[in-house]
């Protein structure tokens, strides 16, 4: 879900990031929503596993571009780029059951040794680019953080505000998010969403099913 309220001042980002086509949550969408309130202070509501580096990068530009100021509150999960939209919060509150996760970028990818390692350094570059958000949040070294997106780290509230990613614990919501199963390697099993083959109805599938659809078969 995507939604813009111009009577509270609150974006909701409720599902994917990417591409309109495939059903996401686009940029295009959220620079909307942002100018249709201009100069009025906005609180974006992230309820999201992640998605789409690039649309996820252009969200988090917007944001900080907004001449009111938006801050963030994560209502359920903030996961891959969501987690890093939300680093561009003037204040960052997390809900009392939410969880936020940080990791490296990563896709799939097929070719010969060549392809592979100039994939493996494109992933770098975008690793880079995202490492000084997380920095100017938390106040970390950049090795510190480069730790912490390589292990996929998860938090909870208490543990997001303590790290300096998050200002402030609110009150626990309803939000709730579950994760396609295989899409990360460390998703708390209390999210974990299982993918069966032949469940899905929509026309076109989304991204993170194909991708672990074609992960599932690199591992056989």
């Known amino acids: 879900m995507f939604a813009v309220d111009t009577q509270t001042n609150e974006i909701f980002l409720y599902d994917d990031i990417g ?9 295009a969408s959220v620079i909307a929503g942002l100018k249709s309130m201009e100069g009025k ?3 974006l509501r992230i309820n999201s596993p992640g998605g789409s580096v690039d649309e ?4 988090f530009n917007a944001i900080m571009r907004h001449s009111g100021g938006v801050d963030v509150a994560i209502d359920g999960i903030a996961a891959s780029i969501a987690g890093y939209i939300a ?7 997390i809900a ?5 996760m940080i990791h490296d970028p990563w896709t799939i990818a097929m070719g010969n040794s060549t392809d592979l390692r100039k994939t493996a350094d494109v992933l770098d570059t975008y690793a880079a680019s995202m490492l000084p958000a997380y920095v100017a949040k938390s106040g970390k070294s950049e090795e510190e953080i480069k730790q912490i997106m390589r292990d996929e780290t998860w938090y909870g509230a208490v543990d997001a505000v303590a790290e300096g ?7 626990a919501t309803s939000a709730s998010m579950q994760v396609a199963e295989g899409r990360f390697a460390k998703t708390p099993s209390a999210l974990l969403k299982k993918v069966e083959a032949g469940t899905r109805t929509e026309a076109k599938p989304r991204l993170w099913d194909m991708r672990v659809k074609l992960a599932n078969l690199t591992r056989k």
């Open 41 to 43: 202070r906005i609180l």
């Open 165 to 171: 990613f998050a200002d402030e614990v609110a009150n």
């Open 56 to 59: 996820g990068a252009a969200i």
């Open 96 to 100: 009392a059951n939410a969880k936020l």
């Open 19 to 27: 591409p309109a086509w495939m059903g996401m949550i686009d940029s």
């Open 87 to 93: 680093m561009a919060g003037k204040k960052v509150t």
